[in-house]
């Protein structure tokens, strides 16, 4: 990876019952971006203590230099259909049409839900609303 002069950024986050991933980048000093995953599932550690280890709930990827190599450190999960929590402005329509792509292949109104939740997310990231749950 070039030097980097920039801080991390969350590009996207998204949440689930037992935790989130966040999908994160920095850009080098020739302004490319390069991307790595964090994974935090620490609220199964209060669903389940007795059966998970606390270091095996969090952690984090490599860093990759492109956005395709991105999008499959995300498919990893099936992060299309949990909750997003966060866009990044500037990524906003390359992670609405990845998640347009992978809905697609949901049966009908899954793919409606998920294009739902994720337009709101969208709606908030933009500054459009301030409840998440409205809509």
């Known amino acids: 990876m070039r030097r980097v002069d920039s801080p991390l950024e969350v590009i996207v986050e998204i949440g689930g019952e037992g935790g989130s991933i966040a999908l994160l980048g920095v850009r080098d000093t020739a302004g490319g971006w390069h991307f790595r995953l964090d994974r935090d599932e620490s609220t199964l550690a209060e ?4 059966e998970l280890a606390p ?7 490599g860093w990759v230099a492109s956005w395709e190599e991105a999008l499959a450190l995300l498919d990893r999960y099936p992060w299309h259909r949990l909750y997003p929590l966060r866009l ?20 009908r109104e899954t793919a ?3 294009a739902h939740s994720w337009e709101r997310a969208d709606l908030l990231a933009r500054g459009g609303g301030n409840d998440p749950e409205a809509g």
């Open 55 to 61: 270091e095996s709930l969090c952690g984090r990827s």
């Open 112 to 114: 409606a839900y998920i």
């Open 47 to 50: 669903l389940l203590p007795d």
């Open 88 to 107: 990044h402005l500037e990524f906003r329509e390359r992670i609405l049409a990845a998640v347009a792509a992978r809905a697609a292949a949901e049966e």
